[in-house]
């Protein structure tokens, strides 16, 4: 397990963990509990929300993820941002669920 980001606040932390899962990699998010002390606390990297991987060997990609979020970009993905559900519905590349079904996006 490696730490890959620390966040300015939960939203983001948690933002980039649902990135990092529409990419196939497994991430949790530390310091949650710790985020509802501030101002109680020392405001440190320590005490900060982050989000580690669960598998060393995703690091690499997720750091690269990572690039892009602070960027502000999205991650390419063939199909130029659309992907059709099995009911038929298109639906944007951000999203993982199907807004008319609420089915998982497919695996590409």
Not at 23 to 40: P, T
């Amino acid at each position: 397990m490696k730490k890959v980001y620390i966040a300015e606040n939960l939203a983001d932390a948690h933002l980039l963990k649902g990135l990092l899962e529409a990419e196939n990699i497994d991430s949790e998010v530390r310091g949650e509990f710790l985020y509802g002390v501030r101002g109680e606390i020392p405001l440190t990297p320590d005490t900060c929300p982050s989000v580690w991987v669960l598998e060393d060997s995703d690091y690499e990609r997720a750091v690269e993820l990572v690039a892009v979020f602070r960027r502000g970009d999205a991650p390419e993905r063939p199909g130029g941002g659309v992907w059709r559900c099995g009911c038929g519905e298109e639906n944007e590349d951000p999203f993982t669920e199907c807004w008319s079904c609420g089915r998982s996006r497919p695996a590409p």
